[in-house]
C-alpha cells in the first residue's frame, strides 16, 4: 500500500524514490509488527482475561502445568494482526505470491480459531473434530497448491531443490501439488504439536522465518541466485516483507509470552504460523531446507507418531509423555532449560540451512 502511494510520491519529491528498496521495507516490516505487537497486546491481554479465554490444562500432563489453568490464550489472534497489517502496508500488493501466504495463514488461522473458540469459549476439551479440523486444512493446502501449479509460468517454481547439491534439480510436475499440500499442512500441525510450553514455539519461528526472508531475498535477485546456484523466482523477492513481518510481529508475542507467560498462542497462531512458514519454502523452492531448519518441529512430530505407533504395536510408551518436550519436563528438566535449550539447537540448524547457500 505505501509502496504504491511513495511511487506516486517520488513524481514530486525523488526523496520518497527510498521506499522502493526491498531491504528497507523489510527493516520497515518488522518495525511495525513488532510496534503493533507490544502496543496491542496488554489490551488483547486484558479483554482475554476479562472475557475468561483461558488455558484448560489436562490433568494427565506435567504437574507443573497446573498453575497456568486460565492464563489468557487465543494470542495468537495478535500475530496475525500485526502480520496482515505489516504486510500489507509495505509489500508489493501487486505480487501473487503475498496474497497467496497471506490468505493461508489467515485461513490456517480460523481453522485454529474455531478450534480455539470451541475449547475456550463454549468449554469443549474435544474441541474441533480432529476430522473436520484435517478436513480444511486439506482444503486451503490442496487449493493453494493448485493455484500455483497451475499459475506457475517459469519451470524453476515446480522443480525440487536437493540441498547441498549444485546441479542436482527434479522437475516435479503434477507431483508439486501432493508436495505443497504436504509442506503445509505437515509444518502447521508441527509447529502446533510444539506450541506446548512459555516460548518454545514463536522463537524458533522467528529464527525459521528470518532465514527464510533470506532465501526469498536472494532468490527474488536475479544475480545473487545465479551465483548462489538456486532458482531465480522473480515474484519471490516481495516474500521478504512477509518473512520480516513474521519476525516482527513473532518478537512482539514473545515479549508477552516468554516465561512465564501472561498470554498462549493458541491453535489461531500455531497452525496459521506452520502453514505461513510452509508456504513460503514452497514458494521458494526450499522444502528441504525447511526440514533441516525447522528440525525442532521435526522432532516434536516424531516423537508423537513414534509414540503413538510403538503404544498401539508393541503396548510400550518410548517416552515419558509426548510430544517430546513433556518427556524432559517429565525427567525433571525445568521449563526454562528445555526452551532455551531448543532455542539453542535451533539457532544450529537454521546456521545449517543457510550454509546450504554456499555447501553445493
Not at 43 to 56: A, C, E, P
Not at 80 to 89: E, H
Not at 131 to 159: D, M
Not at 199 to 214: N, Q, R, S
Request: glycine share 10%; hydrophobic share 55%.
Amino acid at each position: 500500500m505505501l509502496l504504491h502511494l511513495s511511487e506516486y510520491l517520488s513524481q514530486y519529491h525523488s526523496g520518497f524514490s527510498v521506499f522502493q528498496y526491498l531491504t528497507l521495507r523489510a527493516i520497515l516490516g518488522v518495525m511495525t509488527a513488532l510496534g503493533i505487537a507490544l502496543i496491542v497486546g496488554p489490551t488483547m491481554i486484558r479483554r482475554l482475561s476479562f472475557k475468561q479465554i483461558g488455558q484448560v490444562i489436562r490433568d494427565d500432563g506435567p504437574q507443573s502445568h497446573l498453575s497456568k489453568s486460565g492464563t489468557p490464550t487465543m494470542g495468537g489472534a495478535l500475530i496475525l494482526v500485526a502480520i496482515a497489517i505489516s504486510t500489507l502496508l509495505w509489500a508489493d500488493l501487486n505480487n501473487r505470491y503475498i496474497w497467496v501466504v497471506l490468505l493461508v495463514t489467515m485461513l490456517f488461522g480460523v481453522i485454529g480459531f474455531i478450534d480455539d473458540y470451541i475449547k475456550l469459549v463454549r468449554q469443549d476439551p474435544n474441541g474441533l473434530a480432529s476430522r473436520y479440523k484435517y478436513f480444511w486444512q486439506s482444503v486451503v493446502g490442496t487449493g493453494a497448491a493448485v493455484f500455483l501449479y497451475t499459475s506457475a509460468t517459469i519451470p524453476a517454481e515446480t522443480e525440487l531443490i536437493i540441498p547441498f547439491f549444485k546441479d542436482v534439480i527434479i522437475p516435479l510436475g503434477a507431483w508439486y501439488i501432493l508436495l505443497a499440500y504436504l509442506v503445509i499442512v505437515g509444518s502447521s500441525n508441527a509447529v502446533n504439536l510444539t506450541d506446548g510450553l512459555d516460548g518454545l514455539a514463536i522463537m524458533p519461528t522467528v529464527m525459521v522465518a528470518g532465514a527464510l526472508g533470506l532465501f526469498s531475498y536472494l532468490a527474488g535477485h536475479a544475480e545473487f541466485a545465479r551465483y548462489l546456484s538456486i532458482p531465480y523466482i522473480p515474484s519471490a523477492g516481495e516474500l521478504t516483507i512477509f518473512c520480516a513481518a513474521m519476525v516482527g510481529a513473532g518478537l512482539g508475542f514473545l515479549w508477552f509470552n516468554t516465561y512465564p507467560a501472561q498470554v498462549f498462542m493458541g491453535d489461531v497462531g500455531a497452525l496459521a504460523l506452520g502453514a505461513a512458514l510452509g508456504c513460503v519454502a514452497v514458494l521458494v523452492r526450499q522444502e528441504l531446507v525447511l526440514l533441516i531448519m525447522g528440525g525442532v518441529f521435526v522432532a516434536e512430530t516424531l516423537s508423537v507418531v513414534v509414540q503413538v505407533a510403538s503404544y498401539k504395536l508393541r503396548g510400550k510408551r518410548v517416552f515419558l509423555m509426548a510430544p517430546i518436550h513433556h518427556h524432559y519436563e517429565l525427567k525433571g528438566w525445568p521449563e526454562p532449560r528445555i526452551i532455551v535449550r531448543f532455542w539453542i539447537i535451533t539457532v544450529f540448524l537454521v546456521l545449517v540451512g543457510i550454509a546450504t547457500l554456499k555447501i553445493r
